[in-house]
């Protein structure tokens, strides 16, 4: 498996991927996902990953490394999206994947990263801890703005 940086041409293939990590999610169809694509790539801060054999997209991990005033003015990084195509977990790209994004964030720097998942799974739970995370370290909170009536 061949791990880069993701690059203009990639996005079908992401996005298929996170069809499958996010089944529910609405289509966007309107320019705002290519948009948004091109500012994650130009920006140093932001980091999408994607695992590729035979050159297709199997698995993606995405680092945003915050700039940071505290911790001798080190950065951290916060992990999203990290998703393997279905028929091709287990098989340890996943974790090639994660690691290449977690060497990323201690080359550039960062004294932590950190993820939250939704999943109540354990096989999830286990494959984050696999990859050197801890559930003991911090307590998650999450905001959402409020529906509109």
Same mark, same amino acid.
């Given at each position: 498996?061949? %791990? ?7 996005? *079908? ?9 996010? *089944? ?20 140093? &801060? ?10 297709? %997209? ?5 680092? /945003?490394? %915050? *700039? ?6 080190? *950065?951290?990084?916060?992990?999203? /999206? ?7 977990? /287990? ?6 994947? &994660? ?26 739970? /286990? &494959? ?22």
């Amino acid at each position: 498996m061949l %791990i880069r940086d993701a690059e203009e041409r990639d996005l *079908p293939g992401i996005l298929s991927l996170y069809a499958e990590l996010n *089944p529910d999610d609405a289509v966007v169809d309107d320019g705002r996902d290519s948009e948004t694509f091109g500012k994650i790539l130009s920006s140093d &801060f932001l980091k999408l990953f994607v695992g590729m054999i035979d050159e297709q %997209i199997i698995s993606t991990c995405y680092l /945003n490394i %915050i *700039p940071n005033l505290s911790r001798d003015v080190s *950065p951290y990084g916060i992990v999203e /999206n990290v998703v393997t195509r279905h028929d091709l977990r /287990n098989q340890g790209y996943g974790s090639a994947v &994660f690691g290449h994004a977690l060497r990323h964030a201690w080359g550039v720097g960062c004294y932590k990263v950190m993820l939250q998942t939704g999943s109540k799974r354990e096989s999830t739970h /286990n &494959f984050y801890k696999s990859c050197g995370f801890s559930a003991d370290d911090k307590f998650a909170f999450v905001a959402r703005p409020p529906q509109h009536m």
